[in-house]
């Protein structure tokens, strides 16, 4: 099974600055890697997909790298409306699909 | 527009067994994989099963294996997951996911409390 590692757990970041979320994987998992947007009482929301793909209506200040086993979420000018908790996902070696186990972005 | 609603969430005492549904509409029901993922309270995400368009494979967390088991019903654009022998550990929220990789639709999830 491919472990998920996502750091930090919190990350306060002011309105407007740059948030740079990591994710491991415990192996290399190509570029088949998913980011979600979950905030409190929704359903998560697919961000990215192909580790930098980003999904339908998704805005460009959201942005996913890396490859392998490192991978990052960038969000540039963080906006009142991206404070949630975030979740990556690899889906290269399944069963069974794994998430990591997220990354809460708070107002600093 | 991809919509899926579950439904069939309850109180279930440990050891029962309870039955959730996800209807779907606004795409070609058939033709996708579907999977259900879910979520512990205040928890992360877990992926629990997986199934092809024909049903006719299925794909399940070690978690659940022998105990839950995935289904579905073109005919009806439905999507159902049998638990049993459930646990306390199985309660949460239960979401029907669009596709079989990532998901890029959601429903609203169904509630699942496993506890006496």
């Known amino acids: 099974e491919t472990v998920m590692t996502q750091s930090p757990a919190t990350l306060s970041v002011s309105p407007g600055e740059r948030a740079t979320l990591s994710c491991r994987a415990s192996?290399?998992?190509?570029?088949?890697l998913a980011w979600y947007q979950q905030k409190p009482g929704q359903t998560p929301r697919l961000l990215i997909y192909?580790?930098?793909t980003r999904a339908t209506g998704i805005p460009a200040r959201f942005s996913g790298s890396g490859s392998g086993t490192e991978f990052t979420l960038t969000i540039n000018g963080l906006q009142s409306e991206d404070f949630a908790v975030y979740y990556c996902?690899?889906?290269?070696?399944?069963?069974?699909?794994?998430f990591g186990g997220g990354t809460k972005v708070e107002i600093k | 527009e991809v919509q899926l609603l579950e439904s069939g969430g309850d109180l279930v005492q440990p050891g029962g067994s309870l039955r959730v549904s996800c209807e779907a509409s606004?795409?070609?029901?058939?033709?996708?994989?579907m999977s259900w993922v879910r979520q512990a309270p205040g928890k992360g995400l877990e992926w629990v099963s997986s199934?092809?368009?024909?049903?006719?494979?299925?794909y399940y967390a070690d978690s659940v294996k022998g105990r839950f088991t995935i289904s579905r019903d073109n005919s009806k654009n439905t999507l159902y997951l049998q638990l049993n022998s459930l646990r306390a550990e199985d309660t949460a929220i239960y979401y029907c996911?669009?596709?079989?990789?990532?998901?890029?639709?959601w429903g609203q999830g169904t509630l699942v409390t496993v506890s006496s």
């Open positions: 606004g795409f070609i029901f058939s033709s996708y994989a």
């Open positions: 192909g580790a930098s």
């Open positions: 996902q690899q889906y290269n070696d399944w069963p069974p699909l794994t």
């Open positions: 199934i092809s368009g024909s049903a006719n494979r299925t």
């Open positions: 996911a669009y596709r079989l990789y990532y998901y890029d639709f």
């Open positions: 192996q290399s998992v190509s570029n088949n």
